[in-house]
């Protein structure tokens, strides 16, 4: 076994690892909040897409090259907006690091669109530098469909409603345009930590 | 565990109940995206994701979204093409 | 047109006058709410619990009382590990109190006004809105024909078994099917409520009853499925979908 180095943490520490954000309390279970009905999606049918504004696809993958691409196994916490947390969680992914690279573009932001219509938007370099996942294994098992199975996006720095279940693709964009949430209230970027839940906040 | 079940509207009638002067489940709204009309009770209404959404029975698209913070709420009816209000009959 | 239902507005405070156990998980609270703005036969309230540390669930009920009864009456069925249903049907005691809000819901009300006549099709605890309408209708003298289709499982899961015994008149019957009782001295309707059942308890499509479905979201949308293939307008019926557990608050009693 390797020598540990006492106080060495790695350069993809999560902000605030191990400790609870403002507002919230911890839960054991995993709590299913569903704001329409799980997506029964074949995976033969299903694929990956990142997209530009216009809809013109940079990049695909089908189910088959999605799992062939390099994955990580991470271990994070998870706080959703409506004040639960959940340390510890154990996922497997894509890096969004990876999907992206050799991707050219000037685009500043990103939408990420899912199967039954919702989206979430996010600033594009929240997507990198090892701060996001496109996650399909979760507690060392295949992600379910109640929990966004095939695949979900995995953004654990900001509240949980950004990690947008069922995923299909990234939209690249130079704009900003708020996502299902964002534009009803809750807030454009979201961060636990000053805990950015609503407008105004 | 089980896929949660969608309530319908009825059950959205007490929070919406909080916003309108009228009661607006006997509403019959008309969906922006497949033109389904539909008494707001009728639709199929998700209660626990971080906010309360109403959706298409016929296509599922959200028609209502509702969400609620201590001292404010949000509402986008964008999924309603018309909402139409019975009236009582008046002079 | 019916007249619009003012807004709900706070929450008054219930005091539990008296429970009276239905069936071995369902109680009926009978409760003081000083300042109930009275209801129509249908809707329904919310009520709020709240802890000593401020924590506080909240989940709606269908009322159980008619318009002008006595009491506010709420039934309700416990769920193993709801959060709310096993405080209400095994911790609270006459003289305590919970919050509710109401009435709630335009929609799903029946008013001696309408000529009738009316099926009610009750799955389990579905039935708790229409023994307000059956109340109701008895208690105003309505002779608009009310018939209550009412499947339960067992015997033993019926609430309300003898007073909507007691109820069946002139203008109102009550059908009962058990979907899965076994015992021999059940001489009654066996099986699940189909469109030979419907067809046979209720009325003939151009007689355009008034029909109300309340239970189970799976239930209800079956029922009102074949009472469309029946023939029935869709506008002339209403539903009011349980979640899986009963209540109509968010999953989990």
């Given at each position: 076994m390797a020598v540990v180095s006492r106080g060495f943490q790695g350069r993809r520490r999560q902000p605030g690892a191990g400790l609870v954000p403002p507002g919230q309390y911890l839960v054991d279970d995993f709590p299913v909040l569903s704001a329409g009905p799980t997506p029964e999606v074949p995976l033969e049918r299903w694929d990956l897409t990142v997209v530009d504004e216009s809809g013109a696809v940079l990049a695909r993958w089908d189910w088959e090259a999605f799992l062939a691409l390099p994955a990580e196994d991470v271990t994070v916490d998870i706080h959703c907006v409506t004040r639960w947390s959940k340390l510890g969680t154990r996922w497997r992914g894509v890096s969004v690091d990876t999907l992206l690279d050799g991707i050219d573009t000037d685009a500043e932001f990103a939408v990420a669109f899912c199967d039954g219509g919702y989206t979430t938007n996010l600033p594009l370099t929240d997507l990198l530098d090892g701060r996001a996942w496109v996650a399909y294994g979760y507690e060392g098992e295949a992600l379910e469909p109640e929990h966004g199975g095939p695949a979900r996006l995995l953004?654990?720095?900001?509240?949980?409603?950004?990690?947008?279940?069922w995923l299909r693709g990234l939209q690249l964009r130079a704009e900003d345009e708020p996502g299902f949430w964002e534009s009803v209230g809750y807030h454009n970027y979201g961060d636990p930590w000053r805990e950015q839940r609503y407008w105004g906040d | 565990m089980d896929t949660p079940t969608p309530l319908d509207g009825n059950a959205a009638a007490g929070a919406l109940g909080e916003l309108?002067?009228?009661?607006?489940?006997?509403a019959v709204a008309t969906c922006a995206a497949c033109r389904d009309p539909r008494p707001v009770a009728e639709l199929r209404a998700?209660?626990?994701?971080p906010g309360l959404v109403l959706r298409c029975a016929?296509?599922?698209?959200?028609e209502v979204r509702l969400v609620r913070a201590g001292d404010r709420a949000w509402l986008d009816l964008?999924?309603?093409q018309a909402l139409e209000i019975g009236l009582p009959a008046g002079p | 047109m019916p007249a619009p239902t003012p807004a709900p507005a706070r929450w008054l405070v219930a005091t539990v006058a008296e429970t009276v156990p239905e069936t071995a998980r369902a109680v009926t609270l009978r409760l003081d709410v000083p300042g109930w703005p009275g209801h129509r036969a249908g809707q329904h309230l919310d009520v709020r619990l709240t802890a000593e540390d401020g924590y506080s669930a909240q989940r709606s009920y269908s009322i159980a009382s008619p318009p002008g009864a006595e009491r506010l009456e709420l039934t309700v069925e416990r769920i193993d590990?709801?959060?709310v249903s096993p405080y209400l049907t095994?911790?609270?005691?006459?003289?305590d109190q919970f919050e509710v809000r109401g009435p709630?819901?335009?929609?799903?009300v029946w008013d001696p006004a309408d000529p009738g006549p009316v099926l009610l099709v009750a799955g389990g605890s579905g039935v708790v809105p229409f023994r307000a309408m059956l109340r109701h209708h008895a208690a105003t003298g309505s002779t608009a024909a009310m018939h209550l289709l009412y499947s339960a499982r067992t015997r033993a899961d019926v609430i309300y078994r003898r007073e909507l015994e007691e109820l069946a008149g002139p203008h109102r019957a009550v059908t009962l099917t058990l979907t899965r009782e076994t015992g021999p001295g059940w001489t009654g309707r066996r099986g699940r409520v189909d469109a030979d059942l419907l067809a046979e308890v209720g009325w003939p499509p151009e007689v355009q009853p008034r029909c109300y479905v309340c239970g189970p979201t799976p239930f209800v949308e079956a029922v009102a499925r074949a009472l469309v293939d029946l023939?029935?307008?869709?506008?002339?019926i209403r539903t009011e979908r349980f979640g899986p557990t009963g209540s109509a608050g968010p999953t989990g009693g």
């Open positions: 953004v654990p720095h900001l509240y949980f409603w950004k990690s947008a279940k | 309108f002067a009228f009661d607006i489940t006997a998700w209660l626990d994701a016929s296509c599922d698209a959200a964008r999924g309603i | 590990d709801g959060e095994t911790v609270a005691d006459v003289g709630i819901g335009g929609w799903f023939g029935h307008a869709p506008a002339r």
